[in-house]
């Protein structure tokens, strides 16, 4: 990431001047590549506009952009930081969200470093993001990573079809069904749910400006059960997987 702190990362995306330097390939939704810039600071960053969002069938129109801003809350409160720094605002093509972009070798994924110890801990937290944010297409492709000294950094990405009320969970990250749920994640849980019931600070607020009322329930809902579950799911009928998987 950026040698910026992530406060600082946050309030350059958020007012600083988008320049546009294409569009990003093989998406399926408009996605931009761009610079965000104030004076001598800039950044690159990714800017997907609201009104470039494919129409989904299950999904409200122009709500993708939100649950991209709803992921990278859920992932900073959890302090596991998996998301990158998020934000909502206007840009040239309308409001839409501007995430940091991640430099990174895109010929290495998820399903080359599926079962490596090293970063164990890493996707038995994107995988627990998953469950509870109900992501539906997590691909190989949106764990991104970042080498970062002998043990590399690893990014999720591509949170836009998450938090439905219905469970859609479709994930390649299977590796870890059956097995404990580490007690460590388990507690950042329990303090997730905290903060959401207690009202001490804004968190409930902000999803609840992002999510509808039945969204946020579910969510509610799926973290409860996360907590209360020794394991992690396994798949079962239907289907759970993403196409295509990368």
């Not at 309030?11 to 965000?36: A, C, D, K």
């Not at 949106?142 to 219905?166: A, K, N, S, T, Y």
């Not at 069904?177 to 303090?191: F, K, S, V």
Request: proline share 7%; net charge negative; aromatic share 8%.
């Amino acid at each position: 990431m950026s040698d910026m702190a992530t406060g600082d990362v946050l309030h350059l995306m958020q007012n600083g001047t988008v320049e546009i330097e294409g569009l990003l390939p093989w998406s399926s939704n408009y996605t931009f590549l761009v610079r965000v810039c104030d004076g001598a600071q800039e950044l690159g960053a990714v800017y997907k506009p609201q009104r470039g969002e494919r129409p989904l069938w299950d999904f409200p129109q122009g709500s993708l952009c939100l649950r991209e801003l709803a992921a990278f809350i859920v992932s900073e409160a959890l302090d596991w930081h998996i998301v990158p720094p998020t934000v909502l605002r206007e840009a040239q093509h309308g409001p839409g969200t501007i995430q940091l972009y991640i430099d990174h070798d895109p010929a290495r994924h998820y399903f080359t470093i599926e079962g490596d110890e090293t970063v164990r801990s890493q996707l038995q937290r994107i995988a627990l993001l998953d469950i509870i944010i109900n992501n539906a297409d997590r691909k190989a492709g949106h764990v991104l990573i970042q080498e970062d000294g002998e043990v590399p950094r690893l990014w999720g990405i591509d949170h836009g079809i998450c938090f439905h009320e219905d469970p859609k969970l479709r994930t390649v990250i299977w590796e870890f069904g059956g097995t404990p749920i580490p007690d460590d994640m388990r507690a950042d849980l329990e303090g997730f749910r905290s903060r959401l019931e207690d009202g001490a600070d804004d968190l409930a607020t902000r999803l609840g400006q992002l999510l509808s009322a039945a969204e946020t329930e579910a969510l509610h809902r799926r973290l409860s059960r996360a907590i209360n579950r020794p394991n992690f799911p396994q798949p079962g009928a239907g289907r759970h997987y993403p196409w295509p998987p990368v």
